[in-house]
């Protein structure tokens, strides 16, 4: 088969990086006056060659996209089929295996498990998928035939939303490739049970990156009031309130995430201890502090503010600004977890924030622990975009 894939042949030098284990081709190294990329349909599989034609590897291509090809296998042997992605996703689950004793996970965490553009958590028997690519999605009959095989599970639902989407001209669904879509589904953590009502779920349901740092923060964390700032539905509050805490406020901007959390600490018998406060987090910030409001723990999990690299700079304003007004209500000997999940922020500008936050309010900050995403997340080496997640635990004297 893939002799008939068309060719795709690159520039002189240009295949060098892809030889270094990087899957991801741009249009700027695509010798297009050999291989015309007007020729290409989105989502396409080809043959990748370098300038003396050497095939390389077999990929997918979108001639819209800034990253025109994402390469799906080196094995110049292989055919891009249902054994090839089941392959993957067995390897994928052998390795969520190794590190989690229930089925409540990221599966497959796109290019990091050799399946671009996918990406696929768990719920116990069912899986919510979600695709970016255009070329992913003309594989994803090979996917759910993959996923049949390799897990049968009950419902495979497609969430295939949000903004990458729309810049490979791919339109926005929830669907079920397998089974049906649920009305709820429910993620375990620590002794916990989170039901989502999945009409209304951010992203793919749950924010399984950040498990082992609540985990961490379920040991360590210590103080009888928390605040769960962004906290969508509860992970980190209801954690505290589960082990430490004696009174947890949760805020978010969404109506169903608050319903959300009051409907989980119900059904986790937290309710006594848990509030929500349905607001934008800067104005809550705000109106706490009016009330003379003071926490011995404050979680900062927010959205990306920086989204994209023009945005660098209006983002680094508002993470300043929410760690500032965090930091007055913060009692002495605080502890104060503080999140960005931007990959164009990285760590040393997230130190600085806290450190310039710390230093405008006289206080002192001692950096405990840094947070990474779990290893259900996987970094690829070779693409620093994969590595998103950074937090930071700190003591606030
Ligand atoms: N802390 C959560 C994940 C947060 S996702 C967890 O561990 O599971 C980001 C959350 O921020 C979403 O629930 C979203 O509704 C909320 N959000 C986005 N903008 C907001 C704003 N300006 N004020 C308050 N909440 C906001």
């Known amino acids: 088969m893939t002799a008939t894939l068309p060719p795709l042949r690159l520039k002189k030098g240009e295949d060098r990086r892809l030889r270094h284990g990087h899957p991801w081709i741009y249009s700027n190294q695509i010798d297009t006056a050999a291989t015309p990329l007007a020729g290409f349909e989105p989502g396409q599989l080809v043959r990748v060659h370098d300038a003396r034609d050497m095939l390389i590897g077999i990929g997918y291509i979108n001639p819209h996209s800034l990253i025109t090809v994402r390469l799906l296998t080196r094995d110049t042997g292989t055919t891009v089929d249902a054994y090839l992605v089941a392959k993957r996703l067995r390897a994928a689950l052998a390795l969520r295996e190794r590190m989690y004793d229930q089925p409540y996970y990221r599966l497959v965490f796109g290019e990091s498990d050799g399946l671009p553009g996918l990406v696929i958590d768990r719920y116990g028997s069912t899986l919510v998928g979600q695709i970016a690519t255009a070329g992913m999605e003309a594989l994803r009959p090979l996917v759910e035939q993959a996923v049949a095989e390799v897990l049968a599970p009950e419902n495979l639902v497609w969430r295939n939303t949000g903004g990458s989407r729309a810049m490979e001209k791919l339109p926005e669904y929830v669907e079920a490739g397998i089974g049906e879509v649920p009305g709820t589904i429910e993620a375990r953590e620590g002794d916990l049970r989170f039901r989502i009502d999945f009409a209304h779920a951010q992203k793919t349901g749950w924010f399984y990156d950040q498990r082992g740092n609540r985990d961490l923060f379920a040991r360590y964390g ?12 509860g992970g980190w509050g209801l954690r505290a309130a589960a082990t430490f805490a004696e009174r947890v406020v949760c805020v978010d901007s969404s109506l169903p995430a608050c319903e959300g959390i009051e409907a ?15 607001a934008d987090a800067f104005d809550a910030l705000k109106a706490l502090r009016e009330d003379g409001e003071q926490f011995d723990v404050i979680v900062l999990d927010p959205p990306a503010f920086i989204k994209r690299r023009k945005d660098h700079a209006a983002g680094l304003v508002a993470y300043k600004r929410l ?27 997230l130190m600085h924030v806290v450190h310039e936050a710390t230093s405008r309010a006289g206080r002192n900050a001692s950096v405990l622990a840094r947070l990474q995403q779990g290893p259900d997340h996987p970094l690829h080496p070779a693409i620093v975009e994969t590595a998103y997640l950074k937090g930071l635990v700190c003591a606030v004297a």
């Open 222 to 233: 210590s103080g009888a009031r928390v605040l769960d700032v962004f906290s969508y539905l």
């Open 323 to 349: 760690n500032q007004q965090a930091l007055r209500m913060l009692a002495p000997g605080g502890l104060l977890v503080t999140c960005s999940c931007s990959h164009h922020l990285p760590e040393p500008e």
């Open 264 to 278: 989980n600490a119900a059904l986790n018998d937290l309710s006594g201890k848990v509030d929500t406060l349905h």
